[in-house]
């Protein structure tokens, strides 16, 4: 069955780096759109990142255009966010997701596969 595994979080001071990695297995990794959510306590799930099956076509949320970068390795069926300059807001459970179409999107409910999400916790 298709597993999305997410790993690298963690607890980070304010200004400091992480990076995520979702290794995904059962799915034809490179005919997948894989995106980045993120959510807090007490909030909904918002988009952080996502980008398309060919690398090349990636887009951000707002809040995090300029720090994060989403990237793939399809020989490797992973994708990662490496995350720079965090701040105590970035503080959630950032999850992967998975899409059967060529480019992301920032609807959670058009995702297909999900993994079970990796706590960052952004320290002031």
């Known amino acids: 069955q298709v597993q999305l595994v997410e790993s690298g979080g963690g607890l980070v001071q304010t200004g400091g780096s992480l990076r995520l990695s979702c290794a995904a297995s059962?799915?034809?990794?490179?005919?997948?759109?894989m995106g980045w959510f993120r959510q807090a306590p007490g909030k909904e799930r918002e988009f952080v990142a996502a980008?398309?099956?060919?690398?090349?076509?990636?887009y951000y949320a707002d809040s995090v255009k300029g720090r994060f970068t989403i990237s793939r390795d399809n020989a490797k069926n992973t994708v990662y966010l490496q995350m720079n300059s965090l701040k105590p807001e970035d503080t959630a459970v950032y999850y992967c997701?998975?899409?059967?179409?060529?480019?992301?999107?920032?609807?959670?409910?058009?995702?297909?596969?999900w993994g079970q999400g990796t706590q960052v916790t952004v320290s002031s």
């Open positions: 997701a998975a899409r059967r179409v060529y480019g992301g999107t920032a609807y959670a409910s058009e995702y297909d596969y």
């Open positions: 059962g799915l034809a990794f490179s005919s997948y759109a």
């Open positions: 980008i398309s099956r060919s690398v090349g076509n990636t």
